[in-house]
């Protein structure tokens, strides 16, 4: 099976910052499987993800070395995603690559129009194809059967997780190729924490998932691969039965084992 | 092995105690094999109804051991070698059980015999084989208190001498019947009790297969003692 992205090599700076934030990391993202991500704050999880769908550029100045291969859409080739330039390469980039954020961040508008908003500004225009989208992605975000009766309310009035699950049916909406995950049930409650938990492993069958999470047991329920990083470089990156049964680097024990610093 | 200190001193306080309580156990069933081998080779009725009694013993650390597991796999979900720790734990746990009980058989035998007699000549071998199965019960006790693999590979080589000894007492034993139908009944009660230890030895090697486990990570029943080494490394 091909990766559908391949960090190799990645040396990042941000802007004006007196040394790398990441250096030389490699990380493969495996097609339809679930890749985590995880060591102490500050240690880059969160930078790698936003390289991979470039949303550190949404301010200027930062550096980066090394490629991020990203799996052509007619699955022939790579391209190396650090090459891109034009903002139209950007935003589509930023639709085959979405993002979920640690916070649910709902538009202040419908849930309908939510998840339309996308798809209207990428060029949908008519009601009937909007509605299909709108539910097939509720559907896959497993929130369809909640909010099936209130599409018209504001959807701030939705719990933490379901404007988590939200989000994640907006992003679906643009039929991405992979999702990005950045601690997204870190301000929820253990059950809309294990009901994300379920759709991401469901999301799978569709996407290829990256996740970066604080709680180590999240990534042993749901990666198939984990990554171990620390002071910005990847420790240890390997299936995560190995990782959390039996991990080759001293460091990664002591750290899933809460032995570290 | 981690021996690192855990940021939770309670969580390493936990390891500790169940660590402990294994040895005691594994202590425990060491010296109620140490009584029943003794009770069977001097007709100690007695001393074999106490080992009897005190099975139940062995079997309270089994259920205490077995608690103390599950509450720090339920408010620790250990990892790693903390994680293979506790398997092994469980794992022995359950072997050291069943070697309590096949002490007990021991002592059932050693009663028998007290009461219908044996000669004299009927007991050799019996006692190499059971200082050979003692030695290894206590070096894999060692090994597992230490992590200490090299030792318990040596235990599980030790594992074919007590078979080949097994196997010389079954055939003293066989001769016996032969000579004088009279020392049927008490053969008999020899090789069960034969039987016994040579299971004990078994696992004994079990309790060592688990601390190779532990320390390395690696599952290595069920692979032929030849091949052992090459598993590891």
Known sequence: ?261 | MNTRKHISHKFDEEIAAVTSSVLNMGGLVLQQLDLAVTALLTSDKTMAENVIADDVKVNTFDVSIDEMCNRIIVMRQPTATDLRLIMAIIKTTNDLERMGDEAKRIARQAIDISERGALPDQFDSMEQLATRVKEMLNRSLDAFARKDIEEAFEVIGLDQKVDKDYENLTRQQITHMMEDPRKIPASIDLLWSARALERIGDRSCNICEYVIYLVKGKDVRHIEMSELEAHIE
């Open chain 1, 1 to 261: 099976m091909k990766n559908m992205m391949d960090v190799q090599d990645l040396t990042f700076t941000y802007s004006g910052a007196p040394a790398p934030s990441l250096q030389n990391i490699s990380l493969p993202v495996e097609k339809n499987k679930v890749t985590a991500l995880i060591g102490p704050s500050g240690c880059g999880k969160s930078t790698l993800l936003r390289a991979m769908n470039r949303i550190h550029d949404l301010y200027p100045g930062h550096q980066y070395d090394g490629v991020i291969n990203l799996l052509d859409s007619d699955k022939k080739g790579y391209t190396d995603i650090l090459t891109l330039k034009s903002e139209a390469e950007m935003i589509r980039l930023r639709q085959r690559v979405g993002m979920i954020f640690q916070k649910p961040t709902p538009f202040p508008m419908t849930i309908f129009e939510n998840i339309a908003y996308g798809l209207r500004l990428s060029g949908v225009k008519k009601r009937a194809a909007l509605q299909d989208v709108v539910e097939q992605s509720l559907h896959d975000a497993a929130l369809w059967n909640e909010v099936k009766d209130r599409l018209n309310d504001d959807a701030r009035g939705l719990s933490g997780g379901q404007q988590q699950r939200l989000c994640i049916a907006r992003a679906i909406a643009l039929k991405p190729e992979v999702i990005l995950f950045d601690e997204p049930t870190s301000a929820l409650d253990p059950i809309s924490t294990l009901a994300i938990e379920e759709m991401i492993s469901e999301l799978r069958e569709k996407y290829s998932i990256c996740i970066v999470t604080h709680n180590m047991q999240q990534a042993a329920r749901i990666s198939d691969y984990t990554g171990f990083m620390y002071l910005g470089e990847m420790i240890e990156y390997g299936q995560t039965d190995n990782i959390f049964m039996k991990p080759s680097k001293k460091q990664t024990e002591d750290y899933i084992s809460g032995r570290f610093g």
